[in-house]
């Protein structure tokens, strides 16, 4: 089991931005901009590209709607949407809110926020998605 199937089962605490009986979102806890979320599916399937065209189609239509939520949440020229990561065998996507395309660089260093200001972003953004 993955250490994102485990968030989404909730064995492991995360700040929850959004969810479907299919797939959850929760804030990256190294984020390089308030908002950075995580877009997983429930079940492990390690590349995106590996999913069905159906379950593929409703992945993106799930991060389309957080997407939403996190441009009404944090106002942005546009959220960044970037599928990468081979530290975590789990597909996923990072949905960033950026003004400019510096800000949804890896490289720079990371956010360092308080566990008060995860909750913040986080209660903010789920509030937006229970809105659509």
């Known amino acids: 089991m993955t250490i994102f ?10 700040y929850k931005c959004a969810e479907s009986d299919k797939f959850y979102a929760f804030l990256d806890i190294s984020p390089v901009a308030k908002g950075h979320t995580l877009v997983i599916p429930r079940h492990e399937v390690d590349y995106i590209f590996d999913m069905d065209d159906d379950e593929l189609a409703e992945f993106q239509l799930f991060a389309k709607k957080v997407a939403t939520a996190l441009k009404s949440a944090f106002p942005c020229r ?10 975590v065998p789990h597909a996923h996507i990072h949905l960033i809110p950026m003004q400019t395309e510096g800000d949804a660089d890896f490289r720079k260093e990371k956010l360092k926020l308080s566990e008060e200001e995860f909750k913040d972003i986080a209660g903010k953004i789920y509030a937006e998605f229970q809105k659509l």
Do not use: H, R, T, Y
């Open 78 to 87: 546009k959220v960044a949407q970037i599928v990468l990561g081979l530290e």
């Open 5 to 14: 199937s485990k968030i989404a089962a909730g064995e492991i605490p995360s």
